[in-house]
């Protein structure tokens, strides 16, 4: 690809995210923010703070960090504020979402402690699960998004924020099927006005920001800033927009296994899921409506990595099956086995089973911290709109309707890299090799 000269604003000042949603995702985050920030702890899981990229021929031994060569928010200028439907503090938060040691919070204590929720947007026909005091009252979804200007407004000039980028941190919402109202951004706005029912309460965060000039990242699987009229409104603004569905734990072990079976044409008859989750996650995910939005998203891997209209000898009869448990005793260590019938030479059958017992908060934790750098990276270099670079992080990525998600964590990283190689000016990587031989000479 031709080189292009793209200008990248400096990220001078300070970074606000701002976050709907509070509870153990959010506090994790915040402990861990502030806890690298004081050199507490390693950036564990962060591709901004940890990751190295590799720029140029494998000979030139250039493979800098990636905050040495991308002009990225310091960590040390990011604020942060959010909305709960609970009033709890973040400390009091992180205490009951239990994710994190005693000693772990104790030394972050006094700044969770200073983060205070404002009331939320919420409406518990989306989230049956759940209910909670500290809601914005409002007639119509209208009113409400006003609330939330204000409250952005007020932010912004307490803390001196110069960007902002908000990601959605909430619970799954209730499944919805793109409707009328969604279509234009004509129909949402009167649909917010009028307090439309197909309008949920996190697509009124993600209007709000979009419309404010705020890149909004969505970390769940229901409709959201994918719905027309907000991508249109994305596009129109210029303004950021990426998910969804954080990949944290079975999804990201299936984006791991199976671009490795599809590889050598190992075929898969069947690929059995289940989870025991006992966090708030999973007690919204009790809800069949709130699982559908989840499975729907789970489902979506397997059928783009394995591409059967390609290969139906290998894929074609493929039974997938998902199954989330809620657990109360678990809380947020989420444990997933997997059940894979592969075949190979001969039709010879084989089994793959993988148990893995993972914390998932933690494992998405860093990513919140990369999507708001990114995110806010993007605005910067002018690139509004939908942020495909970004599918790395994402169980199910928005794309342009004339393509297709691409779900292989391996491509979709070397997808990213490039990105970031393109954005500096450097030679994008092949990984083809040939130039450090002599075969055409």
């Not at 504020?81 to 938060?93: E, L, M, N, S, T």
Request: charged share 25%.
């Amino acid at each position: 690809m031709e080189k292009k000269k793209i200008i990248i604003q400096e990220p001078k000042g300070k970074l606000g995210v701002l976050i709907p949603g509070m509870g153990a995702v959010t506090t994790t985050f915040l402990a861990g923010l502030e806890a690298i920030r004081r050199g507490l702890y390693p950036a564990f899981g962060s591709l901004t703070q940890m990751g190295h990229i590799r720029l140029g021929r494998r000979d030139e031994n250039r493979q800098p960090l990636i905050k040495d060569v991308i002009p990225l928010q310091d960590i040390d200028d990011i604020v942060c504020c959010g909305w709960d439907i609970f009033p709890d503090d973040c400390y009091q938060a992180a205490q009951r979402a239990g994710v994190l040691t005693h000693e772990q919070l104790e030394s972050v204590k006094d700044y969770l402690s200073s983060i205070k929720p404002m009331p939320a947007v919420f409406d518990s026909r989306y989230v049956k699960k759940l209910d909670g005091p500290h809601v914005k009252s409002g007639r119509t979804w209208w009113d409400k998004y006003l609330m939330l200007e204000e409250d952005i407004k007020k932010f912004k000039e307490e803390h001196s924020i110069d960007r902002m980028v908000m990601i959605w941190c909430g619970s799954t919402e209730a499944y919805l099927d793109p409707a009328g109202v969604h279509h234009t951004l004509e129909a949402f706005e009167k649909g917010l006005q009028t307090g439309d029912n197909a309008i949920s309460p996190s697509m009124v965060y993600a209007y709000t920001a979009i419309k404010n000039g705020i890149a909004f990242i969505n970390g769940a699987p229901h409709l959201c800033n994918d719905a027309p009229a907000l991508v249109q409104l994305a596009g129109e603004k210029g303004v950021p927009i990426g998910g969804k569905d954080f990949k944290t734990g079975q999804t990201l072990m299936k984006t791991i296994i199976a671009p490795g079976l599809k590889a050598r044409l190992l075929g898969t008859s069947g690929w059995f899921s289940t989870n025991i989750l006992g966090n708030r996650d999973g007690e919204v995910l009790d809800d069949p409506d709130s699982f559908k939005s989840k499975e729907v998203s789970k489902l979506s891997v397997l059928d783009t990595v394995l591409q059967p209209d390609l290969y139906p000898d290998l894929y074609g009869d493929l039974y997938h099956k998902v199954r989330i448990n809620y657990y109360p005793p678990r809380g947020d260590n989420k444990e997933g086995w997997d059940n894979i019938d592969i075949f190979g030479w001969m039709g010879r059958q084989m089994q793959i089973k993988i148990n893995f017992l993972c914390r998932d908060s933690i494992l998405a934790a860093p990513l919140v911290l990369d999507l708001a750098l990114f995110a806010d990276l993007a605005q910067r270099a002018n690139m509004g709109g939908i942020q495909e670079w970004l599918s790395f992080y994402f169980k199910s990525p928005i794309t342009a309707e004339s393509v297709y998600p691409e779900h292989d964590l391996f491509i979709q990283l070397t997808k990213l890299k490039n990105t970031l190689r393109y954005l500096i000016g450097e030679e994008l990587i092949t990984h083809l090799g040939i130039e450090y031989y002599n075969y055409f000479d």
